[in-house]
């Protein structure tokens, strides 16, 4: 079983509605990040997280350490938000190593 | 402009003829990390360095050699590159280890025939 879970694995939406992307960890972390991958593209850091929640436009990310969860949100999705979704966490004890989940491949058409 | 630049971005060569990936940033990052990407496996962490000539082992270290002699610059040698090393390659850097934001190279897709 892998350390870090996303779910859903592939997500469709129609433009305008409200997204949640979900990543669950088995293990302790001190931090998480969300990161961004166009298809055929580079990967952009959206959030680093250690508690509560962050936002940044239309986009919010929540973390609740104790309960090992974290969501990102989209508001008012627009087909440019198309992308995969990847949470990956810093184990307690070490800043320098990251474990990602596999990912989340969202497609929000007009 | 801020950035990570990795070279080459694409190149196919053959089992055993070494080659090496560069990755350079321009922020004065003291932490630098190299990634591959796999279908159905994500990203997984190859070597990462906290500083010049600080390297470790991340999760998938087989195969793959680091140096990182200068702070700009952490490339990827690969000595003897085998077939299951065909993947997509990324190179990142951050001002604090894995804790702060991190900046991403544009990525290196190597194929090993």
């Known amino acids: 079983k892998n350390e870090v879970e996303q779910s859903p694995q592939n997500l469709t939406a129609q433009e305008g509605e409200f997204i949640t992307i979900n990543c669950s960890y088995s293990v302790g972390i001190s931090a998480l990040h969300w990161l961004q991958q166009h298809p055929g593209g580079g990967i952009v850091s959206l959030f680093m997280l250690s508690s509560g929640k962050k936002k940044h436009g239309r986009l919010i990310a929540t973390i609740n350490i104790q309960e090992k969860h974290s969501s990102l949100h989209i508001t008012a999705s627009h087909p440019r938000d198309s992308a995969v979704y990847i949470c990956?966490?810093?184990?307690?004890?070490?800043?320098?190593?990251?474990?990602f989940g596999k990912g989340t491949l969202l497609t929000v058409n007009p | 402009e801020a950035q990570v630049t990795q070279n080459p971005r694409y190149l196919i060569t053959v089992t055993g003829k070494k080659l090496t990936v560069t990755c350079s940033q321009n922020m004065n990052h003291e932490y630098m990390s190299w990634y591959r990407q796999d279908p159905g496996l994500g990203l997984r962490q190859i070597y990462y360095s906290m500083n010049v000539e600080v390297t470790d082992k991340g999760d998938v270290p087989e195969g793959y050699k680091v140096s990182r002699k200068e702070k700009r610059n952490f490339p990827l040698i690969l000595e003897s590159p085998s077939p299951n090393q065909t993947s997509l390659y990324f190179c990142?850097?951050?001002?604090?280890?894995?804790?702060?934001?991190?900046?991403f190279g544009e990525g290196s897709r190597l194929t090993v025939l």
């Open positions: 990956a966490v810093i184990l307690v004890g070490s800043n320098y190593k990251l474990t």
């Open positions: 990142a850097s951050s001002w604090t280890g894995a804790t702060g934001e991190l900046f």
